[in-house]
């Protein structure tokens, strides 16, 4: 599938690759985070970002932020469930093919993808052009995974690694897109 926009991953794991606990609890990343100091590259990350797509499950986790994660740029939501109209700061598609059809519209650059569903839901499209993976020295042994079947094998490149203080460990890998 081809869109005229990249789509970028950015995202925290644990060792054993999960994103959060079941129950949602991300103190055990957030934790090792800020025992690392300083942003991890999110803000060079960031900057480069106009739209973001995540899940209704990323998008009510960051409900209970302090501030909204997602000024100044547009937010789509994947979700069948969420009211549409129901928060202003978010456009609602129900499905994959009308989010890219709406950041085509809106013409949008570079695209945020975050979520593990919606990440996955991207990579079996082989949409996902880069992924930014920072991982915490720990295991949890169960959670929401980040990873998990993709329809095949996805081919990557390797293009960096950094280690921050408190073991913590951050890897991007360009994906090599398959349209
Ligand atoms: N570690 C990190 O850096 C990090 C980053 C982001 C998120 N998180 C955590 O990860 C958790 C959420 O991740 P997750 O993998 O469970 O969920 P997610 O991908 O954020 O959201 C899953 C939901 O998105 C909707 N969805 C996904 N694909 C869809 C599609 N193709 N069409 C329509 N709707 C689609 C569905 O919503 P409906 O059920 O409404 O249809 C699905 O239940 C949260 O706890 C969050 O805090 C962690």
């Known amino acids: 599938m081809s869109v005229p926009f990249t789509c970028s991953v950015f995202i925290g794991v644990s060792l054993d690759g999960f994103i959060a606990r079941e129950d949602g609890d991300l103190e055990w990343l957030v934790s090792r985070g800020e025992a690392a100091g300083g942003d991890l590259g999110y ?3 960031i900057s480069g970002i106009d739209a973001v797509v995540t899940g209704r499950g990323t998008y ?3 409900l209970s932020f302090e501030t909204w994660p997602h000024e100044g ?8 469930t969420l009211e549409e109209g129901a928060d202003p700061r978010i456009t609602v598609y129900r499905d994959l093919g009308s989010c890219l059809k709406g950041l085509t519209e809106r013409g949008a650059k570079g695209v945020y993808v975050d979520g593990g569903q919606v990440i996955r839901t991207f990579l079996r499209e082989g ?5 930014t993976i920072t991982t915490a020295p720990v295991l ?3 959670g929401l995974p980040l990873f998990g079947p993709v329809g095949g094998d996805v081919p990557l490149v390797h293009v960096s690694t950094r280690t921050f203080g408190a073991g913590v460990v ?3 890998y360009a994906v090599e897109r398959r349209d």
């Open 43 to 45: 803000d060079a990350f």
């Open 60 to 62: 009510e986790a960051g």
């Open 73 to 80: 740029r547009h937010c789509a939501v994947l979700s069948t």
């Open 127 to 131: 949409l996902i052009d880069t992924m």
């Open 140 to 142: 949890i042994g169960s």
């Open 170 to 172: 951050q890897s991007t």
